[in-house]
Nanobody
Framework: QVQLVESGGGSVQAGGSLRLSCVVS????????MGWFRQAPGKEREFVAS????????YYADSVKSRFIISRVNAKNMVYLQMNRLEPEDTAVYYC??????????WGQGTQVTVSS
Protein backbone atom coordinates (compact mmCIF):
# COMPACT_ATOMS: atom_id res chain seq x y z
CA GLN A 1 0.00 0.00 0.00
CA VAL A 2 1.38 3.39 -0.98
CA GLN A 3 1.58 6.05 1.70
CA LEU A 4 2.27 9.71 0.96
CA VAL A 5 3.33 12.03 3.78
CA GLU A 6 3.72 15.72 3.10
CA SER A 7 5.39 18.17 5.47
CA GLY A 8 6.99 21.59 5.63
CA GLY A 9 3.95 23.81 5.44
CA GLY A 10 3.33 26.74 7.72
CA SER A 11 2.28 30.35 7.98
CA VAL A 12 4.38 32.99 6.27
CA GLN A 13 4.03 36.55 5.11
CA ALA A 14 3.80 37.42 1.45
CA GLY A 15 7.22 37.34 -0.14
CA GLY A 16 8.44 34.58 2.13
CA SER A 17 9.59 31.06 1.31
CA LEU A 18 8.80 27.52 2.34
CA ARG A 19 10.16 24.14 1.35
CA LEU A 20 7.71 21.26 1.22
CA SER A 21 8.77 17.63 1.44
CA CYS A 22 6.96 14.45 0.47
CA VAL A 23 8.09 10.98 1.43
CA VAL A 24 6.59 8.01 -0.35
CA SER A 25 6.52 4.53 1.11
CA UNK A 26 5.28 1.32 -0.45
CA UNK A 27 6.59 2.12 -3.95
CA UNK A 28 9.89 3.13 -5.40
CA UNK A 29 9.78 6.46 -7.19
CA UNK A 30 12.62 5.91 -9.60
CA UNK A 31 10.36 5.26 -12.61
CA UNK A 32 7.48 7.59 -11.78
CA UNK A 33 6.61 11.08 -12.86
CA MET A 34 5.71 12.89 -9.64
CA GLY A 35 3.82 16.06 -8.93
CA TRP A 36 2.58 18.57 -6.41
CA PHE A 37 -1.02 19.66 -6.25
CA ARG A 38 -2.93 22.07 -4.04
CA GLN A 39 -6.45 22.71 -2.91
CA ALA A 40 -7.64 26.06 -1.62
CA PRO A 41 -10.82 26.38 0.47
CA GLY A 42 -13.89 26.04 -1.71
CA LYS A 43 -11.87 25.19 -4.81
CA GLU A 44 -10.97 22.09 -6.76
CA ARG A 45 -7.57 20.49 -6.34
CA GLU A 46 -5.22 21.89 -8.97
CA PHE A 47 -1.88 21.02 -10.48
CA VAL A 48 1.14 22.95 -9.24
CA ALA A 49 4.27 21.28 -10.59
CA SER A 50 5.62 17.94 -11.77
CA UNK A 51 8.96 16.31 -12.46
CA UNK A 52 10.01 13.43 -14.68
CA UNK A 53 11.42 10.24 -13.20
CA UNK A 54 14.98 11.24 -14.07
CA UNK A 55 14.54 14.92 -13.08
CA UNK A 56 15.38 16.12 -16.58
CA UNK A 57 11.96 17.67 -17.20
CA UNK A 58 9.87 19.87 -14.95
CA TYR A 59 6.47 21.42 -15.52
CA TYR A 60 4.75 24.24 -13.66
CA ALA A 61 1.37 25.89 -13.51
CA ASP A 62 1.55 29.39 -14.93
CA SER A 63 0.65 30.85 -11.54
CA VAL A 64 3.81 29.47 -9.90
CA LYS A 65 6.28 29.46 -12.76
CA SER A 66 9.54 31.24 -11.85
CA ARG A 67 8.63 31.17 -8.13
CA PHE A 68 8.45 27.45 -7.31
CA ILE A 69 11.02 24.72 -7.94
CA ILE A 70 10.23 21.01 -7.85
CA SER A 71 12.96 18.46 -7.21
CA ARG A 72 13.36 14.86 -6.11
CA VAL A 73 15.81 12.40 -4.62
CA ASN A 74 14.87 8.94 -5.84
CA ALA A 75 17.28 7.20 -3.48
CA LYS A 76 15.30 8.67 -0.58
CA ASN A 77 11.87 8.28 -2.20
CA MET A 78 11.39 12.01 -1.64
CA VAL A 79 9.94 14.86 -3.66
CA TYR A 80 10.37 18.53 -2.74
CA LEU A 81 8.77 21.85 -3.59
CA GLN A 82 10.73 25.02 -2.94
CA MET A 83 8.28 27.90 -2.85
CA ASN A 84 9.63 31.44 -3.11
CA ARG A 85 7.99 34.85 -3.25
CA LEU A 86 4.83 33.38 -1.80
CA GLU A 87 1.55 35.21 -2.41
CA PRO A 88 -1.74 35.08 -0.49
CA GLU A 89 -3.19 33.23 -3.51
CA ASP A 90 -0.81 30.35 -2.75
CA THR A 91 -2.72 29.60 0.46
CA ALA A 92 -3.90 25.99 0.20
CA VAL A 93 -3.31 22.46 1.34
CA TYR A 94 -0.48 20.99 -0.72
CA TYR A 95 -0.31 17.34 -1.75
CA CYS A 96 2.12 15.19 -3.67
CA UNK A 97 1.16 12.27 -5.88
CA UNK A 98 1.97 10.76 -9.23
CA UNK A 99 2.11 13.33 -11.99
CA UNK A 100 -0.81 14.28 -14.23
CA UNK A 101 -1.85 11.50 -16.59
CA UNK A 102 -1.35 8.75 -14.04
CA UNK A 103 -4.02 7.32 -11.82
CA UNK A 104 -3.28 8.93 -8.46
CA UNK A 105 -2.48 6.91 -5.41
CA UNK A 106 -4.62 7.47 -2.33
CA TRP A 107 -4.04 11.07 -1.30
CA GLY A 108 -2.12 11.87 1.86
CA GLN A 109 -3.22 14.42 4.45
CA GLY A 110 -1.33 17.20 2.77
CA THR A 111 0.43 20.12 4.39
CA GLN A 112 -1.19 23.49 5.00
CA VAL A 113 0.41 26.62 3.57
CA THR A 114 -0.98 29.95 4.69
CA VAL A 115 0.33 33.20 3.24
CA SER A 116 -0.72 36.47 4.80
CA SER A 117 -0.55 39.85 3.10
Amino acid sequence: QVQLVESGGGSVQAGGSLRLSCVVSGRTLSSRHMGWFRQAPGKEREFVASISADSTRTYYADSVKSRFIISRVNAKNMVYLQMNRLEPEDTAVYYCNQGPGSVPWDWGQGTQVTVSS
